[in-house]
């Protein structure tokens, strides 16, 4: 699937997608560094030293670290782990604005046989399609080279998308590292507070991050009604894309014979203007072949959000493996009538 991902749109943007959405996670440290890395792409800068590049990277964590595990509950960790260390500095660079010297030492030290050498990586050997830094110099002076299609990336219309995108997903990761909130994530998927538009954990009902920010990188930024980007300066709504409606038309929502049409397979970032003029017509079929598009690749990617997917697949009588989702969008629409 991240080939056929990455057809849909053939860009560095896809590239930088599928580094931040489809790789597997142990730590965090990816997000921190994308952070970092589009931060000074989006000042055009074309090279910034590794102590430059470490100040957001180790801020950032530390930053996390207050709120969530950066780390699966109960993973070992020594005492020169990184993560140790920025525990044990937290404190003090969060007074002082900035990574005490130990804290900086230690990402310096860590980043580049670390982090550095996995963000393109996406598992089974396979890296994505772009470069988006290079290290050069020596141990006492690194330098990293920020790429063109990194500097594209950063400075492109859907930047912003992208580092909400970003955020949205380091939420979900340590959310899944939580004791208790993870397992729930893990076993029982998510669930989707409508008055807050925000991801939910069934079980303990912790707030994991906002439906459309999560969703709207499988459709590469896009709106799945006009398939034009969705940018900042548009009215971003939650569509569902078989109508809600749909139940109230059987009379009572038990009497409905199709999935829940409040879970997230069903639910597509739009823009307002859009969602407002379908209102509740049934989907077009070019919406749902993106629809089964943008299901499939986040029920082949390592995300938390795929568990709702196969929960969905399931209930409807299938196994939950990759390629049923055009079938049962195609079930649903015959319960439709």
Known sequence: MTVEFYRVEPSARTSWRLAVLMGANTRTYKFALGTALLEYAAQDRTEVTLDELAVPYAMGLVAHLAEAPQAPSGAPLGESDFLTVARQEAEESTTLGRPTELLLHAAVRSMPAMVMQKFHNLGGGAEVAHRFYELAGGPRRRIVRLTSDLRQVAR?????????????????????????????LITEGVAVDWATLRLMDKRRRHSVTGVADAL???QHGRC????????PDDGTAVDHVFPHSLMRRFGEVS??????????????????ACNGAKSDRLPTPEELHRLAQRNEAILRSPHPLRKALQLTLRGAGYSGVPGQWPYLL????????
């Open 216 to 218: 709207i990188g499988f």
């Open 224 to 231: 799945l009604i006009c398939t034009d980007p969705i940018t």
């Open 255 to 272: 009497a409905w014979r199709g999935p829940d049409l409040d879970v997230i397979w069903n639910l597509a970032p739009a823009h307002q």
């Open 330 to 337: 195609r079930q649903v629409q015959a319960v439709c009538g």
């Open 156 to 184: 492109s219309e859907q930047a912003a998308g992208l580092r909400a995108e970003l955020g949205a997903r380091w939420s979900i990761v340590e959310s899944s590292f939580a004791a208790g909130v993870g397992r729930s």
